[in-house]
Nanobody
Framework: QVRLVESGGGLVDTGGSLTLSCRASGLPFTKYAMSWYRQAPGQRREFVARVSAAGDETNYALSVRDRFTISRDNSQSAVYLQMSSLNPDDTAVYYC???????????????WGQGTQVTVSA
């Protein structure tokens, strides 16, 4: 059974920092690109950051570039999101995602965690 478990959320003041963690189990972690998404109240879930399976490529939403850093530790089956210079617009539930398109097939394996709440006070 695949599990993605996020942790590290909480309440922080504007300008503060948090680091989110996501630990994966039940899947071949080194095959999966890992991403963070977030969903604010009343809003659609949006992409935040992605790291490739090998950890050599990263992508960020424009709104978080230069403030957030995504990284992974394949030996721990973990992915992290370091967040700095937080502001109230970053308030959301943050979700970990694992995605792998199986080679030579049209199948994409896509898994989500339960989310962790990040609240930034003004």
């Amino acid at each position: 059974q695949v599990r993605l478990v996020e942790s590290g959320g909480g309440l922080v003041d504007t300008g503060g920092s948090l680091t989110l963690s996501c630990r994966a189990s039940g899947l071949p972690f080194t095959k999966y690109a890992m991403s963070w998404y977030r969903q604010a109240p009343g809003q659609r879930r949006e992409f935040v950051a992605r790291v490739s399976a090998a950890g050599d490529e990263t992508n960020y939403a424009l709104s978080v570039r230069d403030r957030f850093t995504i990284s992974r530790d394949n030996s721990q089956s973990a992915v992290y999101l370091q967040m700095s210079s937080l502001n109230p617009d970053d308030t959301a539930v943050y979700y970990c995602n694992a995605r792998w398109t199986v080679p030579l097939t049209s199948r994409t394996n896509d898994y989500w965690g339960q989310g962790t709440q990040v609240t930034v006070s003004a």
